[in-house]
């Protein structure tokens, strides 16, 4: 497995899987994920979550962070959002918009998205409308590809198959998981 951490130019072989979240507040939730995926060979893992990252007041560094988020995104066919119950992470509520709107669209460079939202997020019924939203315009083979799970080691075990889909798929679809 490749690995690409920001702020680092994502590069290396497809698919290449995305992990979105939560990172100011929150657990580093990406790291265990990686440690999960660790086994997974002719990949490339993009995380945005620096090592060393103390953005303090400095509106440069913070910019420069969402702008390497918005470019990898679109480099990455399979994308990761992973909701926690730490905080609100309101840039993850746009990046997912976003990929759902890839996803409705069908653009094909958009494989899989895995959808994962702890079931004490504080938004968990405005990401489950959005997904729900989503899925009323796609077809129902797309549908029957949405998973879903409230807890982290199924959202890993989520992105494993994802990433087994992806070489096998030349079309988007969904895989996603939503606490209740």
Request: proline share 4%.
């Amino acid at each position: 497995m490749d690995y690409c951490e920001a702020p680092t130019t994502v590069d290396g072989p497809q698919p290449r899987v995305f992990l979105g979240g939560g990172i100011m507040g929150c657990e580093d939730w990406q790291s265990a994920a990686r440690q999960e995926l660790a086994e997974e060979k002719d990949m490339t893992l993009v995380n945005p979550r620096q090592a060393e990252w103390y953005p303090g007041d400095n509106p440069g560094i913070r910019k420069a962070q969402v702008a390497w988020e918005y470019k990898s995104l679109r480099k990455c066919n399979v994308c990761s959002m992973w909701f926690s119950n730490a905080t609100l992470q309101p840039i993850c509520m746009f990046e997912l918009g976003v990929l759902l709107e890839r996803f409705r669209v069908r653009d094909m460079s958009l494989r899989v998205l895995v959808l994962g939202v702890h079931p004490d997020y504080e938004r968990e019924f405005d990401v489950n409308t959005q997904v729900d939203l989503v899925m009323r315009g796609v077809g129902s083979i797309t549908r029957k590809r949405f998973l879903q799970s409230d807890c982290f080691v199924d959202h890993v075990a989520n992105i494993k198959t994802a990433i087994k889909m992806s070489r096998k798929m030349s079309g988007g679809s969904i895989v996603g998981e939503a606490g209740k």
